[in-house]
């Protein structure tokens, strides 16, 4: 059981509608990450625009990317 509250609806939000319908078309679901940065559209868009700006910059080859991503999921106890 997550230990914050996951949101699934944008509540009329309208940087979770956008955010919320492109992620549902790329990925087909909300990742868990949007679900509790929803919280904060605020920072829900400042974290999706730093991830964007990690991926442009090509500073990381993606296999180190997944990796780094996957070491800090084991690190904070997640299950995937």
Request: net charge neutral.
């Amino acid at each position: 059981m997550p230990r914050v509250r996951e949101i699934e609806t944008d509540g009329g939000d309208p940087v979770l509608q956008e955010i919320f319908a492109k992620e549902r078309e790329a990925v087909g679901t909300l990742l868990n990450t949007t679900k509790v940065y929803a919280h904060c559209p605020p920072i829900l868009q400042a974290a999706r625009q730093l991830s964007a700006a990690l991926e442009r910059s090509g500073l990381l080859d993606p296999q180190l990317r997944s990796l780094v991503y996957l070491r800090v999921a084991l690190l904070n106890g997640c299950p995937f």
